[in-house]
């Protein structure tokens, strides 16, 4: 009789991942259970009027009767096992490939235990930025009704901030959702997109799981790398623009061609999909968000306070430089609003081939050659 096969190590342990997570997640802001339900309560009726306004701003269809995917109010706990769960659902695909294709690499001794140890770090990631994530929409792990995604809007971070900034709670809320929505009218109005992403992220992770046996001396490289470039950047006569950038370690890590170029695809959706969303949400004015001015000034101020833990913080994990990916990306969308409108803009949902290159994110009118728009 054959002997069932014993499961294999995993390279990440969820399980670890998620309840690292809970355990060094920050506490949330003191409120009465009346308050927390209040506010509950506030923002899902927000998060339902905020569609209405993304509709008119985008003129997506796909906004005029959003039913596909679900609202959940989350604690920062929550927030962090739903992402566990959901780099599990986007990892596992690429696992299962490799333990298919290369089980030499899975049978190394020591294997479990470094999967407790990325599950670790992973969750200590993630508790991180759980106090720091205002919401998010998830296409990638299904509603449980089973169609579309997950769109969590986190209470604890959206009720501190608003304290922090002393902004009206209603219209700071309002302004949240409208970011937030428009992620989810966007693979609304392009469900191929989930797909799309799901293939690009499956194949970079696979190529980067079948190198795993040669992952580490890469990455010890690029840390050297870093911290050599860095030494030198503190020099005499370095000028900013000598001053190597974090990216560098990264594509040093991605030797592959192949892995480099969906790495910038990925990088250029990314932009598109973020930068998109601030357009929505700045694109609302004092009839709908009376404080929005003061709002936008006070919340684009905060970056400025950060403590110097942080600030390091934010600078491994790669923060600061999505953030700029992001602001390139609103600077894409408003060049070819400006250029052919938001009709003409709203070509790029049509098809994966009408996605912007990372090139084009920076130089929008070589996109907007290319779909051939006409110039307003």
């Known amino acids: 009789m054959n002997e069932p096969a014993a ?8 399980d670890v991942a998620a309840s690292t997570a809970a355990s060094l997640t920050p506490a949330g802001p003191t409120m009465k259970p009346a308050e927390i339900a209040r506010a509950v309560q506030n923002m899902r009726e927000l998060a339902d009027a905020s569609v209405g306004h993304v509709h008119t701003i985008s003129r997506l269809d796909a906004a005029r ?7 959940l109010i989350v604690d920062r706990a929550s927030w962090s096992r739903a992402n566990s769960q959901s ?8 696992l299962d490939q490799l333990a298919a294709s290369r089980p030499d ?8 235990l470094g999967g407790t140890v990325t599950g670790a770090q992973l969750g200590a990631i993630l508790a991180f930025l759980s106090s ?6 998830d296409p990638f792990v299904p509603s449980r009704n089973g169609q579309g995604g997950r769109l969590m809007l986190v209470a604890p971070n ?8 002393n902004v009206d709670p209603s219209d700071f809320r309002l302004w949240v959702c409208l970011h937030e929505q428009t992620h989810r009218v966007q693979f609304a109005a392009a469900p191929w997109l989930k797909d799309h992403m799901t ?8 190529g980067l799981m079948e190198k795993a046996d040669s992952l580490s001396e890469r990455l010890g490289a690029a840390v050297k790398n870093i911290t050599a470039g860095r030494a030198r950047a503190r020099g005499e006569g370095t000028t900013p623009d000598d001053r190597p950038s974090q990216d560098i370690g990264v594509l040093s890590i991605l030797q592959d061609p192949d892995d480099k170029a969906r790495l910038s695809h990925l990088t250029a959706v990314m932009s598109l ?11 609302v004015d004092g009839s709908i968000v009376p404080s929005v001015k003061t709002i936008r000034r006070r919340f684009n101020a905060r970056g400025k306070s950060r403590g110097p833990l942080e600030k390091v913080i934010r600078q491994l994990l790669g923060l600061d430089a999505k953030m700029r990916q992001y602001s390139d990306g609103a600077k894409f969308v408003r060049r070819v609003v400006s250029q052919t409108g938001m009709d003409g803009f709203n070509a790029v949902w049509d098809s994966a081939a009408h996605l912007p290159t990372e090139r084009e994110i920076h130089a929008p009118d070589e996109w907007i050659d290319r779909m051939s728009l006409r110039r307003g």
């Not at 999909?273 to 694109?283: P, R, S, Y």
């Open 273 to 283: 999909l973020e930068g998109h969303a601030n357009v929505v949400m700045d694109g």
């Open 7 to 14: 499961p294999r190590p995993q390279l990440v342990n969820w």
């Open 132 to 137: 720091k994530v205002l919401g998010q929409y």
């Open 158 to 165: 959206i009720i501190s901030v608003e304290r922090e900034l």
């Open 199 to 206: 293939s690009h992220i499956g194949q970079l992770t696979s």
């Open 87 to 94: 780099f599990r659902t986007l990892m596992e695909p690429a």
């Open 65 to 71: 009767d959003l039913r596909d995917s679900e609202l």
């Open 105 to 112: 690499v899975l049978k190394s001794a020591s294997l479990a």
